[in-house]
């Protein structure tokens, strides 16, 4: 079984910048894919931002040129740095993995439980 912990979500003021982390531990054979999706009360979860193995990343327009997604291969962790933070981008954002736990599996998709990041004044 593989876990993704998350961490570094909280409330920051409109401009501010935040953080998060999430880790994965457990039976891992290879990772792909790590990335952000977020939920916002009464809207679909949607792709925040993900990055392959090889380092190709993607983005949501709306948060383009705000934040970064980065990956830590050796730590199995991935990264969000979220700057000038708007109101519109309050919701639960959720780490996602694919990942193959044994040579011979199929990789499939985790998730993390969630962080909750509000942005208010």
């Known amino acids: 079984q593989v876990q993704l912990v998350e961490s570094g979500g909280g409330l920051v003021q409109p401009g501010g910048s935040l953080r998060l982390s999430c880790a994965a531990s457990?039976?891992?054979?290879?990772?792909?894919?790590m990335g952000w999706y977020r939920q916002a009360p009464g809207n679909q979860r949607e792709l925040v931002a993900d990055?392959?193995?090889?380092?190709?990343?993607n983005y949501a327009d709306s948060v383009k040129g705000r934040f970064t997604i980065s990956r830590d291969n050796a730590k199995k962790t991935v990264y969000l740095q979220m700057n000038s933070l708007k109101s519109e981008d309050t919701a639960v954002y959720f780490c996602?993995?694919?990942?193959?736990?044994?040579?011979?599996?199929?990789?499939?998709?985790?998730w993390g439980q969630g962080a909750q990041v509000t942005v208010s004044s």
């Open positions: 457990g039976r891992i054979f290879r990772i792909y894919t």
């Open positions: 996602n993995a694919l990942v193959r736990d044994t040579p011979l599996g199929a990789a499939r998709a985790y």
């Open positions: 990055m392959h193995s090889d380092g190709i990343t």
